[in-house]
């Protein structure tokens, strides 16, 4: 099945007034799409499920939009505006410091001054040979000068063209860092040629094309892999001259008419780019070109680019990272006012085709209108945007111990895999991906989608406050990272949805200060409070994870890469970093597997008073769970155990388990180092909180999905339900 | 740190059956085939499960997997991309309306590519007590 429309919106968190653009993409062929604005209740449409349940709401977009279909131009690079130093026929000399990841990928610009569409300007590039080329145009005629000498892939090489006019001589410069010396090639230039200035900016790491008729522009022949210290100069410079800019050792001015010389190693938490020639050419990464990477000068003895940033010249560029597919606009909402907090999406028809595009809506500022929050994971959500697993992964089958379904979203993405990788995957170069980005469409958070996790599987927790007729305002993990504690302020009790896996400081910060209130947190999922991520105040809708080396099965990052770039922090899990999961909410994760969970018995803790509230209507010797749309069962997938070893508070209680109910394909995955007593299992966990607050945890990703099973009465529904109605009571604990 | 186990004290390979071949065909191919066909999505006896990880290993270029035709009532098998940006390659003739027929004709076509037994596409479901111990 082939997707006729798709799309994404240009902020996922809005509140009334506020103005979402959509961006949408028809397949060709197609002359129109209609839209309008949903309330979305539940999604998964698969037998024995709540199906899809939409409201309609009328803000003045919904109607029919001409369809157009949109490419997706992926590919990082660096752009800076062109400038009298930066003419091309002003350049003399190209060089920068490489470590080709496919050289063999075919045309790779490394620094341009190129438009190849207009035949005119300079480049240093890698050849369709894989060599080191020079290209030069006049406007009528393009000549290519290479070493003949394919460049080595994963190898620090120095690299350099200049063109003495005067002589009529190219030469080019490709040598190993740590090999022998290189040698020079030399090529005549032919008489009276010369370069003709295209009038593009200068790019790092592709050439420049526009393509008007998409209102595009930027980079094409994007180049894979790192990229140190690239310099451009008004003069022929010798060997000796720009081994001095390499290395930094010589000062700048010992090459005479440097025009730039780019330090990727400074602010590296922005997308600036800092020349540090006293000519000032700063630049902007786009579409996040990866930084605080090792530089060619690496020398093992800093693992924090803070304490070393010239370690860290170098920023690894990819053609398939994307930040912002950059289309146009299809039609654009403003948030009606008194619009009820909650899910919405844009419902697109194309084709007899129906798709989503989700967003989120806060109340106004300063003014909730629930006492209940749904803390909206769209860290996780973006984590797993676009997962490849399914069909790139060996271990997918495996896992899931069934043959992959591969949905009409999943063939989206094997057809455009310039659409850019989730955290799970791996870039073509093989880099594990560092960054994941909103500002393009993401295939699985999509309410039909028959991926039951994240945001289908959170649709189940919102059909059933609707249900239970529980009113609840919503927040996004970017809101809630950017503001603090005080976007909870007027909030007495929040839920998290059934897999918050990725946080940020901030959001975990803000959660600790929410509890120490007198807050409730109820943690309706598992494997959650995992991963630490960083999100950039000055760049929505990203972020960044570094997994360290502490994954079972994902890319681990090279050793001195473990620091995110966008803060600083150290990168991995949060248990390694000193803020076990235990800590805040009485579990943490240990054991994962996909055929069958199970369900829940009562523990002697569920007897306690403290705990009587939890259990009414439940009977001593009764399951709890033992259905759901996730394994038949409400303990399963990815699950959580209580640990006073691995941080539980001790006066946590431990009120039912799973143990001893899983199947052999559940596989260990915690890291019990202190615990003499790991084992299997979900853990239902209560504890009290500082200053009246209250923490009630599930341990169990499929626990939201067995919610709607006969109809919402069921025992899970009404566990769920007596902990919401008592953690919004203003009594304290 | 010591180890937890002494190779002298261990067991060769050959005397706990890990032999030379690389692919052996086990002993119950089609018990264990009675078994999985009566409950692919297991759980599975020991011996089926070790079956199973073998018939599931490999790259997962080529693999074979379920194309949606109709969402939850229809899927082609396909062989996965063999290259990221290159298409799924339909199993001709290989269309089906149940998931579990889906599981039991790839069993069938690993069983052919691993051991080149051919099983018959009518192997009676059912327990088998040999197999399931």
């Known amino acids: ?733 | 740190m010591y180890s937890s186990f002494l190779p002298s004290q261990m067991p060769t390979p050959d005397e706990v059956g890990l032999g030379s071949t690389f692919s052996p065909l086990p002993k119950d191919l089609t018990a264990l085939a009675r078994r999985f066909r009566s409950m692919p999505w297991g759980p599975h006896p020991a011996a089926l499960q070790a079956l199973l990880q073998q018939m599931r290993s490999g790259r997962v270029q080529g693999k074979y997997a379920l194309q949606v035709v109709v969402p939850y009532r229809e899927w082609q098998l396909v062989r996965l991309p063999l290259e990221r940006g290159m298409p799924m390659e339909p199993v001709e003739g290989a269309r089906f309306t149940s998931l579990a027929e889906a599981e039991w004709a790839v069993f069938r076509l690993r069983a052919r590519e691993l051991f080149g037994q051919d099983l018959p596409a009518d192997l009676a479901a059912g327990e088998d007590e040999e197999a399931a111990t």
Request: net charge negative; with cysteine; glycine share 12%.
């Open chain 1, 1 to 733: 099945m082939k997707k006729r429309i798709v799309g994404y919106c240009d902020r996922q968190s809005s509140r009334p007034g506020d103005k979402v653009g959509f961006m949408v993409s028809c397949a060709a062929g197609e002359a129109e799409f209609s839209a309008d604005i949903v309330r979305v209740i539940s999604g998964d449409p698969q037998p024995g499920a709540p199906g899809l349940k939409v409201e309609p709401v009328k803000t003045g977009i919904e109607g029919s939009y001409p369809a157009v279909e949109r490419r997706i131009r992926s590919g990082s690079y660096v752009r800076v505006e062109r400038g009298d130093r930066l003419a091309a026929d002003r350049i003399a000399t190209i060089q920068a410091t490489i470590w080709p990841t496919l050289p063999r990928r075919g045309e790779q610009a490394i620094v341009s001054i190129h438009a190849p569409s207009r035949r005119s300007g300079i480049a240093l590039r890698i050849n369709a040979r894989g060599c080191l080329s020079l290209l030069v145009a006049d406007g009528a005629t393009v000549h290519e000068f290479d070493t003949g000498k394919p460049l080595e892939t994963r190898v620090w090489q120095f690299v350099a063209a200049s063109i003495d006019r005067r002589a009529g001589k190219v030469s080019l410069w490709q040598q190993r860092l740590d090999g022998p010396a290189g040698r020079t090639v030399e090529h005549d230039l032919p008489a009276g040629f010369d370069v003709a200035d295209p009038g593009v900016p200068l790019l790092i790491g592709g050439a420049f094309e526009t393509f008007p008729q998409e209102s595009w522009e930027g980079a094409v022949q994007c180049f894979n892999g790192r990229i140190e210290r690239p310099a451009v100069a008004g003069r022929p410079l010798s060997l000796a001259q720009m081994q001095g800019l390499r290395s930094a050792v010589a000062p700048l001015d010992a090459a005479p008419d440097l025009h730039a010389l780019w330090d990727f190693g400074l602010d590296i938490p922005t997308d600036r780019v800092v020349d540090i020639s006293p000519n000032g050419l700063d630049g902007e990464a786009v579409n996040l070109p990866v930084r605080a990477v090792r530089g060619s000068g690496w020398s093992g003895r800093h693992f924090d680019w803070r304490q070393a940033p010239g370690e860290y010249a170098a920023m690894h560029f990819l053609e398939d990272s994307l930040y912002d597919c950059g289309w146009p606009p299809s039609f654009e909402l403003t948030v009606p006012a008194g619009l009820r907090s909650g899910f919405y999406a844009a419902r697109i028809r194309c084709g007899g085709e129906e798709d989503f595009i989700p967003f989120f809506v806060r109340p106004a500022a300063g003014a909730p209108t629930s006492k209940l929050l749904f803390l909206v994971p769209t860290a996780s959500y973006l984590a797993y945007t676009n997962w490849r697993l399914p069909f790139e992964n060996p271990a997918s089958e495996f896992l899931m111990s069934a043959l992959p379904v591969i949905g009409p979203e999943d063939e989206f993405l094997i057809d455009h895999p310039e659409i850019g990788p989730s955290l799970y995957d791996t870039h073509l170069d093989g880099l594990s991906a560092h960054y994941s980005s909103q500002l393009r469409p993401n295939l699985n958070m999509r309410p039909t989608h028959g991926w039951l996790e994240q945001y289908p599987a959170d649709l189940y927790i919102t059909n059933f406050l609707e249900e239970q007729g529980l009113d609840f305002d919503v927040m996004t993990d970017e809101d809630l990272d950017r503001e603090g504690v005080s976007a909870l302020d007027g909030y007495r009790c929040v839920l998290t949805g059934s897999h918050p896996e990725y946080y940020s400081t901030g959001m975990l910060d803000a959660l600790d200060a929410f509890l120490g209130k007198g807050g409730r947190l109820a943690y309706l999922g598992g494997n959650g409070f995992v991963w630490r991520v960083a999100f950039r105040h000055d760049k929505p809708g990203v972020i960044e994870m570094r997994r360290a080396e502490s994954s079972s099965s994902i890319g681990a990052n090279a050793p001195g890469e473990y620091h995110l770039g966008f803060s600083g922090e150290l990168g991995g899990q949060w248990k390694r970093l000193g803020r076990p999961p235990q800590a805040l909410c009485g579990v943490g994760f240990i054991a994962q597997g996909f055929d069958y969970s199970a369900s829940y018995g009562r523990l002697p803790d569920s007897f306690d008073p403290r705990a009587a509230f939890i259990f009414e209507g439940i009977g001593a010797d009764e399951r709890i769970g033992n259905f759901g749309m996730l394994g038949n069962g409400a303990g399963g997938v990815e699950v959580d155990c209580y640990s006073v070893a691995e941080g539980t508070p001790p006066h946590a209680l431990r009120l039912a388990t799973t143990a001893g109910a899983h199947t052999a394909t559940y596989v260990y995955e915690g890291t019990y180092l202190n615990d003499p007593e790991p084992e299997v299992r979900a853990d239902l966990v209560f504890l009290e909180a500082g200053a009246g607050g209250a923490v009630f945890s599930v341990g169990s990703m499929a626990w939201a999905t067995s919610l709607a099973y006969n109809g919402g009465d069921n025992n899970v529904a009404r566990v769920t339900e007596n902990v919401v109605r008592r953690f919004l009571d203003e009594r304290p604990f």
